[in-house]
């Protein structure tokens, strides 16, 4: 493979990585929280890019068309969307079993997953949906002579890949420095404990279904802009690529789940231009696979440790 074509893929890997960290966020806070798998965090991602496309065109019709402006309230309609979806699928799928089996609350999140993909595709339709171009233009980077010889970046993709990183610092900070922070790690040590402190433990696992939700609606905008299509179909197999990147990296580690994703990222693309893209998808899971048998724990996680 030439040298500009390694790199292409190297950026591509880099953009995708960013997005499956994103979506990755929300895995990793509310296991880290609950101690299980939100499984319709994947439609939540699904239905923020619906809702990016309506956003859109509403905005358009009503006379928005420069682009900050658009993507700036695009943004904020498609967060307060989808952030209120998250804290009803919390209300009513998870709240109601806080105290049951956790194999009724991983029956409840797929009991979800399902029913969001069936409300999505009767309201919206089967077919693929899709945009106008928001964000044209790229940069190049001529690599020598030769007119294919360069590696580009479209203006989209360094979008992804900046949102990624101020997303993730603001919510490292958010967690680390701030009262909500401290509340959030308090009920992921001991929910019990927190409660007879005085924390209002609902209202954080509230919040971090809220946050969760958010970051998915980020990668959801940051989806639509760049690729311009999606379907209903969209969450499941993102959501176990972004799964996938959480347990890569630790689930339960806020920087695991970015380094995981960018890792996850940079090996499917790798992997698709070396091998073939029509086995990304196997790949991934193939991934998947291997940390479970070999590294349960992943890269930044922690083994699980019994209280007695």
């Given at each position: 493979?030439?040298?500009?074509?390694?790199?292409?893929?190297?950026?591509?890997?880099?953009?995708?990585?960013?997005?499956?960290?994103?979506?990755?966020?929300?895995?990793?806070?509310?296991?880290?929280?609950?101690?299980?798998?939100?499984?319709?965090?994947?439609?939540?991602?699904?239905?923020?890019?619906?809702?990016?496309?309506?956003?859109?065109?509403?905005?358009?019709?009503?006379?928005?068309?420069?682009?900050?402006?658009?993507?700036?309230?695009?943004?904020?309609?498609?967060?307060?969307?989808?952030?209120?979806?998250?804290?009803?699928?919390?209300?009513?799928?998870?709240?109601?079993?806080?105290?049951?089996?956790?194999?009724?609350?991983?029956?409840?999140?797929?009991?979800?997953?399902?029913?969001?993909?069936?409300?999505?595709?009767?309201?919206?339709?089967?077919?693929?949906?899709?945009?106008?171009?928001?964000?044209?233009?790229?940069?190049?980077?001529?690599?020598?002579?030769?007119?294919?010889?360069?590696?580009?970046?479209?203006?989209?993709?360094?979008?992804?890949?900046?949102?990624?990183?101020?997303?993730?610092?603001?919510?490292?900070?958010?967690?680390?420095?701030?009262?909500?922070?401290?509340?959030?790690?308090?009920?992921?040590?001991?929910?019990?404990?927190?409660?007879?402190?005085?924390?209002?433990?609902?209202?954080?696992?509230?919040?971090?279904?809220?946050?969760?939700?958010?970051?998915?609606?980020?990668?959801?905008?940051?989806?639509?802009?760049?690729?311009?299509?999606?379907?209903?179909?969209?969450?499941?197999?993102?959501?176990?690529?972004?799964?996938?990147?959480?347990?890569?990296?630790?689930?339960?580690?806020?920087?695991?789940?970015?380094?995981?994703?960018?890792?996850?990222?940079?090996?499917?693309?790798?992997?698709?231009?070396?091998?073939?893209?029509?086995?990304?998808?196997?790949?991934?899971?193939?991934?998947?696979?291997?940390?479970?048998?070999?590294?349960?724990?992943?890269?930044?996680?922690k083994p699980a440790v019994e209280k007695v």
């Open positions: 493979m030439d040298m500009h074509i390694l790199l292409q893929q190297l950026v591509n890997g880099l953009v995708l990585g960013a997005l499956y960290g994103l979506i990755a966020v929300g895995y990793t806070m509310v296991y880290g929280v609950l101690g299980m798998i939100n499984f319709a965090h994947g439609e939540v991602y699904m239905i923020s890019a619906y809702a990016t496309g309506i956003a859109l065109g509403v905005l358009s019709f009503l006379g928005v068309h420069s682009v900050v402006p658009l993507l700036l309230l695009t943004v904020v309609c498609v967060v307060v969307v989808t952030g209120t979806y998250g804290w009803v699928i919390e209300r009513v799928a998870y709240r109601p079993l806080r105290g049951a089996p956790k194999l009724s609350l991983l029956i409840s999140a797929i009991g979800v997953s399902l029913f969001l993909q069936a409300y999505v595709q009767l309201s919206q339709g089967p077919n693929p949906q899709g945009i106008q171009p928001v964000l044209p233009g790229a940069f190049r980077l001529v690599l020598g002579a030769g007119e294919d010889n360069f590696v580009q970046v479209t203006y989209a993709q360094s979008l992804i890949v900046v949102f990624a990183l101020v997303s993730m610092a603001f919510l490292s900070w958010v967690i680390g420095h701030t009262s909500m922070g401290r509340a959030c790690r308090a009920t992921q040590q001991d929910p019990r404990m927190a409660t007879l402190l005085g924390i209002n433990t609902d209202r954080v696992i509230s919040t971090v279904f809220v946050i969760g939700a958010v970051m998915a609606s980020i990668a959801g905008v940051l989806v639509t802009i760049n690729y311009g299509s999606f379907d209903f179909s969209i969450g499941f197999v993102v959501g176990v690529k972004a799964f996938t990147a959480a347990v890569l990296g630790g689930i339960g580690s806020l920087p695991g789940a970015l380094v995981g994703g960018l890792l996850l990222g940079l090996l499917e693309s790798v992997f698709s231009g070396y091998v073939s893209s029509d086995y990304k998808d196997v790949f991934a899971f193939t991934v998947l696979i291997m940390v479970l048998v070999f590294r349960p724990s992943g890269l930044f996680g």
